[in-house]
């Protein structure tokens, strides 16, 4: 199991051999509400990975794109805040251990 802190927003990642755990403050009012607390995103539901690198002006960032189910009961891939890691030129290469990773359990 590896762990990582990424700074902005505040996130701990935990890769266990299943599954990519992302957590944040559940009370941290500096995060938006739809991203706080903590997501168990599991690699065989992963459909797709987006990712992003930091430029000068902009944060990076690596989603992990699940199924979902939309309201008419069609499965679709719906991009979800709380499935996605951003991050700065700092953290890239802990971005691209992390991304290595996953895409060998897929």
């Known amino acids: 199991m590896k762990e990582y ?4 927003p505040k996130t701990h990642v935990i890769l266990s051999d299943t599954y990519i755990s992302l957590i944040r403050g559940t009370h941290d009012l500096t995060i938006h509400k739809a991203l706080r607390g903590e997501t168990k995103i599991f690699f065989s539901k992963i459909l797709e990975i987006k990712y992003k690198k930091p430029t000068l002006t902009s944060t990076g960032y690596i989603q992990f794109c699940t199924p979902r189910t939309s309201l008419l009961g069609m499965a679709r891939t719906v991009d979800q805040p709380q499935n996605a890691i951003y991050f700065n030129k700092k ?3 802990d ?4 991304k290595e990773f996953i895409e060998s359990k897929l």
Do not use: A, P
């Not at 802190?5 to 902005?8: L, P, R, S, V």
């Not at 971005?95 to 992390?98: G, N, Y």
């Open 5 to 8: 802190d990424f700074k902005k």
């Open 91 to 93: 953290e890239l290469s």
């Open 95 to 98: 971005v691209e251990e992390i």
